[in-house]
């Protein structure tokens, strides 16, 4: 599973990426985390408000740090997709 994290660094930036890795070692999943900082890449994506949450470059969240009930939910179904 490949995950991006877009953001400049911002607390949030930085507590979406802790959790995302919380998340993925709670359940097991092998995953290669990339942060994206560049502001033009991270537009590229159309966010305009980070952090960002990108699954198989697919945003998945933008613009706050969901729950870890919802992060755990997303990577769950993501992981299922690539299953099939």
């Not at 911002?10 to 994206?36: Q, W």
């Not at 502001?39 to 945003?59: D, Q, R, W």
Request: with cysteine.
């Amino acid at each position: 599973m490949e995950i991006k994290i877009l953001g400049s660094g911002c607390s949030n930036c930085v507590k979406l990426e802790e959790m995302t890795r919380r998340v993925l070692s709670e359940l097991g999943v092998p995953a290669t985390i990339t942060k994206v900082t560049d502001i033009k890449e991270i537009m590229s994506y159309g966010v305009m408000s980070t952090p960002a949450l990108v699954i198989g470059n697919e945003v998945k969240v933008y613009g706050m740090v969901p729950p870890k009930a919802r992060l755990t939910e997303i990577i769950t179904t993501e992981l299922v997709k690539s299953e099939e």
